[in-house]
């Protein structure tokens, strides 16, 4: 992969000048050059390609739309365009959360016959539909050998036989699993 720095070197500044005239060849430039990277951020971040391309649609379309508030004196292009697409990436995060955090709500009035949920049963039920989303980002097999650990209370050895995987790839990836799940649900955690 391209990095950002090797990205930003190959940028052309003397379209920046068309850019912020509003001149959408250089636009188009712009979009050719970044959405690569623009896109692999999203999906590393997000793990979800989809995701990742509306994402990057929002990127550029923010980037078009703000281009009167690019300064050239503060930032090169490419360096605002990365960015945005952080910001951008945040927020498909905080939308992510928030609906969860609405299905639960939802899902937790229903269980109770329309009585409102406590909340204590909303926080438990939104910790699991995070978790839930966290364990699909996580793709397989990593996915199927946390939900098996984690709901069906598994042990290393039954998860190995119930996938027919080796005894240490299963240890592999509940680790690094592990790890990347404390990781995310941290800054989720940090965030509200």
């Given at each position: 992969m391209v990095s950002p720095n090797e990205v930003s070197s190959e940028w052309d500044d003397t379209?920046?000048?068309s850019f912020t005239a509003g001149d959408e060849s250089a636009l188009v430039a712009a979009y050719r050059q970044f959405a690569p990277l623009v896109h692999?951020?999203?999906?590393r971040s997000l793990r979800d390609r989809?995701?990742?391309?509306?994402?990057?649609?929002?990127?550029f379309i923010r980037v078009w739309r703000s281009r009167d508030t690019f300064n050239p004196e503060v930032a090169r292009l490419p360096a605002w365009i990365v960015g945005i697409a952080r910001h951008v990436i945040a927020d498909a995060h905080s939308a992510s959360n928030r609906e969860v955090r609405r299905v639960l709500a939802v899902a937790q009035v229903q269980d109770t016959g329309g009585g409102g949920p406590t909340e204590g049963a909303v926080e438990v039920l939104a910790d699991r539909l995070l978790l839930d989303?966290?364990?699909?980002?996580?793709?397989?097999p990593q996915g199927a050998i946390m939900k098996l650990a984690f709901y069906e209370d598994l042990t290393h050895e039954q998860i190995s036989r119930r996938l027919e995987l080796p005894l240490g790839t299963v240890k592999s990836h509940i680790r690094r699993s592990l790890i990347h799940l404390r990781s995310r649900l941290e800054v989720?955690?940090?965030a509200h």
């Open positions: 379209l920046t000048a692999t951020l999203a999906l989809a995701a990742a391309d509306d994402v990057t649609q929002e990127v989303g966290e364990l699909d980002r996580l793709g397989e989720d955690h940090a």
